[in-house]
C-alpha cells in the first residue's frame, strides 16, 4: 500500500458545484496533514492545514478521520479559478522524517 | 519577499554536463528538502537534510547529490545529467517537528537536458 494515495482524477465539475477528494495514508502515526494546490508548471502552495476537529477556510473545508486514515477536502461553489491539481501531503513530524506527498488529484472546474 | 529562493528558474544543459541547482531559505528552518517532479506527477522526494545530517531515498540515483554548506544554502548537483533528469526540481523547507508546519516551496527550477 502507498504511503499517501489520492484518485488522480481529473474531477471535471461545473462552476458553482460541490466537489470533494479524499486521501487515504498508511502510516497511523502520522501527526500533520496539509492540502496544497498546485497550478500548471508553478510550485506547490500552501492551501490549509488539517486539523483533528476540521477547519474551514470560506469555500474549502477540510476534515481528518484519523480511525480510517483519511483526510478529505470539500469545495463548495467552484470557481474557474479553482482549477488545479491538490496535494494530499502527511507529515509523520517525529525527528528525521520528510513530508510525503500524493500523486494529487486534478481538478477542472469548467464554465 | 520570498522566503526560498531557487536558482536559476529555468536551466538548459547538454546531456553529460555537470549541472548545480541552488537554493537558499531565509526561515532559518532546520529541514531542507530537493523534490524532483515531472509532468503530470507528484514532487518525488530525492533526499533532505536535517541540519547537516543527509538522508538520501533509497530509489536516489547516484547521479544526484546535494550540499549544505550552512543553515541557508543547499545545492542539487546532477553529475551526468540524461534525457530523463529533465523535470521541475523543487527545494523545500521546514522547521524541525514542529507541529502542523508545512513546507515552504521555492518556485522551482525547470531542467531542460538537450
Known amino acids: 500500500r502507498k504511503e499517501v494515495e489520492q484518485d488522480p482524477g481529473p474531477f471535471n465539475v461545473p462552476e458553482g458545484a460541490t466537489v470533494a477528494f479524499n486521501c487515504t495514508y498508511s502510516?497511523?502515526?502520522?501527526?500533520?496533514f496539509f492540502w496544497y494546490r498546485q497550478d500548471c508548471r508553478k510550485e506547490p502552495k500552501l492551501l490549509m492545514s488539517?486539523?483533528?476537529s476540521g477547519n474551514e477556510d470560506g469555500r474549502f473545508t477540510a476534515q481528518l478521520n484519523r480511525a480510517s486514515q483519511y483526510i478529505s477536502l470539500l469545495i463548495r461553489d467552484s470557481k474557474l479559478s479553482d482549477s488545479a491539481t491538490y496535494l494530499c501531503?502527511?507529515?509523520?513530524?517525529?525527528?528525521?522524517?520528510?513530508?510525503?506527498f500524493g500523486k494529487g488529484t486534478r481538478l477542472s472546474v469548467i464554465a | 519577499d520570498a522566503m526560498v529562493i531557487q536558482n536559476p528558474r529555468y536551466q538548459v544543459t547538454q546531456f553529460g554536463k555537470p549541472v548545480t541547482l541552488s537554493c537558499s531559505q531565509t526561515?532559518?528552518?532546520?529541514?531542507m528538502y530537493w523534490y524532483q517532479q515531472k509532468s503530470s506527477q507528484a514532487p518525488k522526494l530525492l533526499f533532505h537534510?536535517?541540519?547537516?545530517?543527509?538522508?538520501n531515498e533509497a530509489d536516489t540515483p547516484d547521479n544526484f547529490q546535494s550540499r549544505r554548506p550552512n543553515t541557508s544554502f543547499c545545492f542539487l548537483d546532477i553529475r551526468s545529467p540524461g534525457l530523463g533528469d529533465a523535470a521541475m526540481y523543487l527545494c523545500?523547507?521546514?522547521?524541525?517537528?514542529?507541529?502542523?508546519?508545512?513546507?515552504?516551496f521555492g518556485q522551482g527550477t525547470r531542467l531542460t537536458v538537450v
Open positions: 501531503v502527511v507529515n509523520l513530524n517525529s525527528g528525521n522524517t520528510p513530508l510525503v
Open positions: 537534510y536535517y541540519d547537516k545530517d543527509f538522508n
Open positions: 526561515l532559518n528552518h532546520n529541514v
Open positions: 523545500a523547507t521546514s522547521p524541525r517537528g514542529a507541529m502542523n508546519t508545512e513546507a515552504f
Open positions: 488539517v486539523y483533528s
Open positions: 502510516n497511523s502515526a502520522s501527526q500533520s
